[in-house]
């Protein structure tokens, strides 16, 4: 079966600063990836979705990921936070019958 | 494209009652998912309706229920409700298309049992 780890809980940088959102995944076959964004009180927004076709995976406002198939990793990065970016991430996997299965989400803080 | 619509946004429920709640796909999606979402539990796959026919189910009771109309808005229903059940349900539709079938989610519908 498949499953997401989210290494962290939650993570904290300054404004300005890399952001780092860690995502290790399981799965039995090639997988499609996907990084989500849910601010307070919202619904969930796609913020990038790798499906094989390259292994650097650009999304919206400015994050990127890159799929390592050797260290079954997907890690999100953005060089430069912004205080818009505070928000929970979800990193998910689909699995053969195209169901999501969620991590458990990462809380990212930006300090002024 | 209008985006993922769900109503009610908010709900105030209490143990026993029952409730519906709706959502309404892009236009031109036939697959719409629900997921349950609490601090607890994350969030978990209920289940998948395409063309008015329930296709995955995750591991919910019988409680949790849903159909699909022709025009591919979704309802799910729960009965008998219990003070676990206050979460976020979130509604999210694909157009089951492509290696990579993006769901796009609605802004969910806030229920709370008291």
């Known amino acids: 079966a498949q499953s997401v780890t989210q290494l962290d809980s939650h993570v904290s940088v300054s404004e300005g600063t890399p952001v780092l959102l860690r995502c290790n995944y399981s799965?039995?076959?090639?997988?499609?990836l996907f990084w989500y964004v849910q601010h307070p009180n919202k619904g969930l927004q796609l913020l990038l979705k790798?499906?094989?076709?390259?292994?650097l995976v650009k999304g919206i406002n400015g994050f990127e990921a890159e799929f390592k198939k050797s260290e079954t990793s997907f890690h999100l990065t953005k060089p430069s936070a912004h205080m818009s970016d505070a928000a929970e991430y979800f990193c998910?996997?689909?699995?053969?019958?195209?169901?999501?299965?969620f991590g458990p989400g990462t809380r990212l803080s930006v300090l002024p | 494209k209008a985006g993922v619509t769900q109503t009610p946004r908010y709900l105030i429920k209490t143990r026993g009652q029952q409730v519906t709640l709706s959502c309404s796909p892009i236009?031109?999606?036939?697959?719409v998912s629900w997921y349950q979402q609490t601090p607890g539990q994350g969030l978990q796959f209920l289940f998948e309706?395409?063309?008015?026919?329930?296709?995955n189910k995750g591991n919910f009771p019988g409680r949790f229920s849903g159909r699909q109309f022709s025009n591919s808005r979704s309802e799910m229903n729960v009965s008998t409700l219990e003070l676990g059940d206050s979460a976020l349900y979130l509604c999210?539709?694909?157009?089951?298309?492509?290696?990579?079938?993006?769901?796009?989610f609605g802004p969910g519908t806030r229920l709370t049992v008291l």
């Open positions: 999210a539709s694909s157009d089951r298309q492509g290696a990579a079938d993006t769901q796009y």
């Open positions: 799965s039995s076959y090639s997988p499609s």
């Open positions: 790798y499906t094989s076709a390259a292994t």
């Open positions: 998910v996997v689909s699995d053969k019958a195209k169901n999501f299965v």
């Open positions: 236009s031109g999606h036939r697959s």
């Open positions: 309706y395409f063309s008015e026919t329930q296709r």
